[in-house]
């Protein structure tokens, strides 16, 4: 039973380049959530997906991010025209969406550096 | 807005003794479900413990209690028999779950660091 798989597990863009965060979630889970850690904080709210829905992206900064959840495929975090500020680890998590406990299962995080 | 306050950047115990990590929330939510969550090192998020805002008794798994104080909006962690292998951080988290979204809020965590 694989839980919430990210990839990559690190990449590192050049300022200006385009990044792309998968993200594959538990089997039979269909609510996606991304959060971003900045070094030595707690993690932040980004993004709350469904099947081919966004459903609260109020942490989402307004221009170079997006998130989209396919009907196939895994959810990807897309971030333009990188910046150094975008250095970052950005963690996934998924769920049942029912508020059951055990739904809400985080995968290890992609940690993005700017150069 | 809801918040979570942890208070202690860092805490010191020793080996086998328990120690207590804070946590104070902030919502008007009646009902509204607490985490706590250890990453280590290595970085990822793995969770501790739960408590739903209508349990009755305090959630307990294994070596980890939440003492959970509902008047006072507190949920602090307890290790018990604390091991080398403690040592990490820690983050309480408030489940906010309401119609248009579904949300974790995080508090800035502490570090704890176990020593021999």
Redesign the interface.
């Given at each position: 039973n694989a839980g919430v798989m990210q990839n990559p597990r690190h990449l590192v863009r050049r300022r200006g380049q385009e990044a792309r965060l998968r993200c594959s979630p538990m089997k039979g889970h269909s609510?996606v959530?991304w959060?971003r850690q900045l070094p030595e904080?707690?993690?932040?709210?980004m993004v709350?997906l469904q099947k081919e829905n966004i459903?609260?992206e109020?942490?989402m900064p307004k221009e170079r991010f997006s998130a989209e959840f396919p009907k196939e495929g895994p959810s990807i975090l897309r971030i333009q025209q990188v910046v150094r500020g975008d250095s970052a680890?950005y963690?996934c998590?998924s769920?049942l969406?029912t508020?059951s406990?055990d739904g809400?299962?985080?995968g290890?995080?992609t940690?993005l550096t700017v150069v | 807005a809801q918040k979570i306050t942890q208070t202690q950047p860092g805490m010191f115990v020793q080996e086998k003794e328990a120690v207590t990590l804070d946590c104070t929330y902030d919502t008007s939510d009646q009902s509204y479900g607490l985490f706590w969550y250890k990453q280590p090192s290595s970085g990822e998020m793995i969770f501790l413990i739960y408590q739903g805002s209508y349990d009755e008794q305090n959630a307990t798994e294994g070596r980890y209690s939440l003492n959970f104080q509902k008047a006072r909006k507190s949920a602090n962690l307890v290790i018990s028999a604390s091991q080398l292998g403690d040592s990490a951080m820690y983050f309480c988290a408030m489940r906010e779950m309401r119609q248009g979204t579904d949300k974790l809020i995080f508090g800035t965590g502490t570090r704890l660091q176990v020593f021999p």
């Amino acid at each position: 039973n694989a839980g919430v798989m990210q990839n990559p597990r690190h990449l590192v863009r050049r300022r200006g380049q385009e990044a792309r965060l998968r993200c594959s979630p538990m089997k039979g889970h269909s609510h996606v959530y991304w959060y971003r850690q900045l070094p030595e904080e707690g993690l932040k709210f980004m993004v709350y997906l469904q099947k081919e829905n966004i459903i609260d992206e109020s942490g989402m900064p307004k221009e170079r991010f997006s998130a989209e959840f396919p009907k196939e495929g895994p959810s990807i975090l897309r971030i333009q025209q990188v910046v150094r500020g975008d250095s970052a680890a950005y963690f996934c998590a998924s769920s049942l969406g029912t508020g059951s406990i055990d739904g809400y299962t985080f995968g290890s995080g992609t940690r993005l550096t700017v150069v | 807005a809801q918040k979570i306050t942890q208070t202690q950047p860092g805490m010191f115990v020793q080996e086998k003794e328990a120690v207590t990590l804070d946590c104070t929330y902030d919502t008007s939510d009646q009902s509204y479900g607490l985490f706590w969550y250890k990453q280590p090192s290595s970085g990822e998020m793995i969770f501790l413990i739960y408590q739903g805002s209508y349990d009755e008794q305090n959630a307990t798994e294994g070596r980890y209690s939440l003492n959970f104080q509902k008047a006072r909006k507190s949920a602090n962690l307890v290790i018990s028999a604390s091991q080398l292998g403690d040592s990490a951080m820690y983050f309480c988290a408030m489940r906010e779950m309401r119609q248009g979204t579904d949300k974790l809020i995080f508090g800035t965590g502490t570090r704890l660091q176990v020593f021999p």
